[in-house]
């Protein structure tokens, strides 16, 4: 699965892009893209330097593309998005 994050604003304003290729299988696949197609409407309003994740994941012909604030970024991409930075 090829994956791309963009993450965008935040206090330095500097534009980061996490991209690759992983494999993901079972369970953590599908925690993943669960969170993917979560509700990505902000709850509450934007904080100032806050961070916009955008997310895209690409398998076979699907692709799923998702943008999150920095209060409704779930759990489950955190963890991956953390994992992706650890192995950089």
């Keep these: 699965m090829k994956y791309k994050v963009i993450v965008d604003g935040g206090f330095t304003g500097i534009r980061r892009t996490y991209e690759g290729d992983v494999k993901l299988k079972g369970e953590e696949l599908q925690s993943l893209i669960a969170a993917l197609r ?8 934007p904080l100032n330097d806050g961070e ?3 997310w ?27 994992q992706i930075k650890a192995d950089q």
């Excluded at 979560?38 to 309003?45: M, R, V």
């Excluded at 895209?56 to 953390?82: G, M, S, V, W, Y």
Aim: hydrophobic share 30%; glycine share 0%.
């Design 38 to 45: 979560e509700s990505h409407l902000p709850t509450k309003p």
């Design 56 to 82: 895209f994941l690409e398998d076979d012909d699907n692709t799923i593309e998702a943008i999150f604030d920095e209060q409704n970024h779930p759990p489950a991409l955190r963890k991956f998005l953390d």
């Design 52 to 54: 916009q994740y955008s």
